[in-house]
């Protein structure tokens, strides 16, 4: 997506420059999608899936055998729009967004861009994580040296969800463009690190909150997606912040 219409993108989105060198502030990262558009993204998600999971022993008792694949089709349906508007997000971002980006039926994207921009993803997700998966696969147990793979695969994969975001291509996977762009942004890159892990362990604590005090799901699903914005708008401000260090020339 990140080479189709970038130019729209930009005047769509009503980005706001900030050419501050310093980490991302602490308040400006908490209230990213707390405007208009973000929270209305987040409400009306949040609702769709919470209806599918409702629904779903509805859809069974009045279409039996084909109420699943029907509940499944939906939630990948508003699955597949989550991960283009945490793309579209990023990408606002990388040029200076401070809030959750607009988005406009001009920009929505076709099913050949959506379909493209989840397999970047997911060979971004593969490229770090597959040692560690190979290792179970083949030993069969969890032990240190899988936890180590593990960690390693978690060190590349923010880089590496990065120029899965910005590039369109090929070029996205590049294990020599990952290295070299964590290298020459090392102490940047490690606090980039350690705010996204602040954001993994509030996602494990609403996890936990689910199961002691059983929280409800349409709640626990906006806390998700107003975390994951945040995350987005954590690596597109690391590129804004860092792009003439990285040299990618996007």
Not at 16 to 31: K, M, N, Y
Not at 125 to 145: F, H, N, Q
Not at 188 to 200: D, N, P, R, T
Request: hydrophobic share 55%; proline share 4%; net charge neutral.
């Amino acid at each position: 997506m990140a080479n189709a219409g970038t130019g729209d993108i930009s005047s769509a989105t009503g980005v706001q420059e900030d050419v501050g060198e310093g980490p991302a502030r602490f308040t400006d990262v908490l209230v990213y999608p707390a405007n208009a558009d973000g929270l209305v993204q987040i409400v009306v998600l949040a609702l769709g899936l919470a209806v599918f999971h409702a629904l779903g022993p509805v859809f069974g008792r009045l279409l039996g055998p084909y109420s699943g694949v029907l509940v499944l089709i939906g939630q990948a349906i508003i699955v597949g729009y989550i991960i283009f508007y945490a793309h579209y997000c990023a990408y606002d971002s990388s040029r200076g967004g401070r809030r959750a980006a607009t988005i406009s039926l001009a920009h929505t994207p076709d099913l050949d861009d959506l379909v493209w921009q989840i397999l970047l993803l997911i060979g971004g997700l593969a490229i770090c994580l597959w040692p560690a998966a190979l290792y179970r696969g083949v030993a069969g147990r969890a032990d240190v040296w899988f936890w180590t793979l593990a960690a390693a695969g978690a060190f590349f994969l923010p880089m590496s969800l990065l120029t899965a975001t910005l590039f369109q291509g090929i070029d996205a996977l590049n294990p020599v463009l990952i290295a070299r762009s964590i290298f020459v942004t090392f102490p940047a890159y490690l606090v980039l690190l350690g705010e996204l892990g602040l954001l993994a362990a509030a996602f494990l604590a609403i996890r936990w909150g689910m199961g002691q005090i059983r929280l409800p799901h349409m709640l626990a699903t906006a806390a998700y997606l107003y975390l994951l914005l945040m995350g987005s708008h954590l690596l597109g401000r690391f590129y804004w912040r860092r792009k003439e260090q990285l040299g990618w020339g996007l």
